[in-house]
T-cell receptor, first 112, second 113 residues
């Protein structure tokens, strides 16, 4: 059975801090790992990672995948209150149907 | 703008009622999914469908069924709602083959009293 574990489950920081969110996985026939940000409603896509060691970057957010050690990290630098959200990690494995297995999510709270 | 639309944002139903949650996508995606989201448990897959009239059980199918009569519409059915089915329900779709590229609906928060 595919499994994704995120840590920490919750995190409280102040604006300007840098945070690192962790995601480890066990999946049959790994295809990709995805990060999402969820505020009040639908998760919004952040990154898709398929290859080890290649950093994906978007503004203050970046992510990298280690397929040997089976984990990924999501970094957020110079955090802002608007970064407060649930961050979800998910992996795609197995069939081509694109079934995602999600971790529990990390609740990030950024105080002014 | 591509969309996955869930018919209700909030629903309150009584124990024992039959409940229908509707999801429609306008992207001509082959795959559609129903998840429920609970605090501390993340999103868990209930059912998915990779083609019209085709369905597969996810990780927690008990107490649920689904229907996909048309490509754009995927319905989740609670045959007899129970209080432990109070949750946020998220629908998603993706194209096939696809390593990811989900589009999510905005969710339906169902409360069973």
């Amino acid at each position: 059975e595919d499994k994704v574990v995120q840590s920490p489950l919750s995190l409280v920081v102040h604006e300007g801090d840098t945070v690192t969110l962790n995601c480890s996985y066990e999946v049959t026939n790994f295809r990709s790992l995805l990060w999402y940000k969820q505020e009040k409603k639908a998760p919004t896509f952040l990154f898709m990672l398929t290859s080890s060691g290649i950093e994906k970057k978007s503004g203050r957010l970046s992510s990298i995948l280690d397929k040997k050690e089976l984990f990924s990290i999501l970094n957020i630098t110079a955090t802002q209150t608007g970064d407060s959200a649930v961050y979800l990690c998910a992996v795609v494995g197995g069939t081509s149907y694109g079934k995602l297995t999600f971790g529990q999510g990390t609740i990030l709270t950024v105080h002014p | 703008d591509v969309k996955v639309t869930q018919s209700s944002r909030y629903l309150v139903k009584r124990t024992g009622e039959k409940v229908f949650l509707e999801c429609v996508q306008d992207m001509d995606h082959e795959n559609m999914f129903w998840y429920r989201q609970d605090p501390g448990l993340g999103l868990r897959l209930i059912y998915f469908s990779y083609d019209v009239k085709m369905k597969e059980k996810g990780d927690i199918p008990e107490g649920y069924s689904v229907s996909r009569e048309k490509k754009e519409r995927f319905s989740l059915i609670l045959e007899s709602a129970s209080t432990n089915q109070t949750s946020m329900y998220l629908c998603a779709s993706s194209s096939s083959p696809s390593p990811g590229g989900y589009t999510f609906g905005s969710g339906t928060r169902l409360t069973v009293v």
